[in-house]
């Protein structure tokens, strides 16, 4: 079985300070992880994935994530927000057909 | 451009009646799913497709018909609309061998049943 926890659903930050969105995940089987972003009336976009290679991940728009596996933790971070990092994040895990979707956190980011 | 097309962009429904949701994809994908986000429940799987004529279930498939006649399509049918299938439906695909998550979505279906 898998499942996944984002445990913030919102995260506010001021433009330029840091930020870090929060996902813990279970699988039966060696998932590959994801995160996207959905800004707002849009689809989501793949930010970046986790699939056993290296543990740090970069990802567009200066995201990154850390597979810890001892922890079952893929936090998102990047070093500086900007205003358009507004937006929500959903952290996903797979394994065999099945993929499941945090509920998400909500970004914002004040002047 | 190359990627999933959802259609249409929003709907209204009366209570009782069905209605298709379309979704295409031109990137000769494999494997395709069906969604629904409501605030604060992320995305729900509703039905997928790893293949022409192979679908199953997903978390929430109750209400809901597919098929996959071609690699290209993937209908989401609803038999008789609920207001409780009020959402934004997502139609996704991708088409790596045990990398599920590395979708390309559509852009989305709001649906809402009065």
């Known amino acids: 079985a898998q499942s996944v926890t984002q445990l913030d659903s919102h995260v506010s930050v001021s433009e330029g300070t840091p930020v870090l969105l929060r996902c813990n995940y279970s699988s039966s089987y060696s998932p590959s992880l994801f995160w996207y972003v959905q800004h707002p009336n849009k689809g989501l976009q793949l930010l970046l994935k986790y699939t056993s290679a290296a543990t740090l991940v970069k990802g567009i728009n200066g995201f990154e994530a850390e597979f810890k596996k001892s922890e079952t933790s893929f936090h998102l971070t990047k070093p500086s927000a900007h205003m358009s990092d507004a937006a929500e994040y959903f952290c996903?895990?797979?394994?065999?057909?099945?993929?499941?979707f945090g509920a998400g956190t909500r970004l914002f980011v004040k002047a | 451009n190359a990627g999933v097309t959802q259609t249409p962009k929003f709907q209204v429904l009366k209570t009782g009646q069905s209605m298709t949701l379309q979704c295409a994809q031109d990137?000769?994908?494999?494997?395709m799913s069906w969604y629904r986000q409501d605030p604060g429940m992320g995305l729900r799987l509703i039905h997928y497709s790893v293949g022409a004529g192979i679908t199953d279930q997903g978390e929430v498939p109750n209400g809901y018909n597919v098929s996959r006649s071609t690699t290209e399509d993937f209908p989401l049918r609803l038999l008789s609309a609920a207001p409780s299938q009020t959402s934004v439906y997502f139609c996704a695909s991708t088409d790596r061998q045990g990398d599920y998550g590395g979708y390309t979505f559509g852009s989305g279906t709001r649906l809402t049943v009065v």
């Open positions: 996903v895990v797979t394994g065999g057909f099945k993929t499941i």
């Open positions: 990137m000769n994908h494999e494997y």
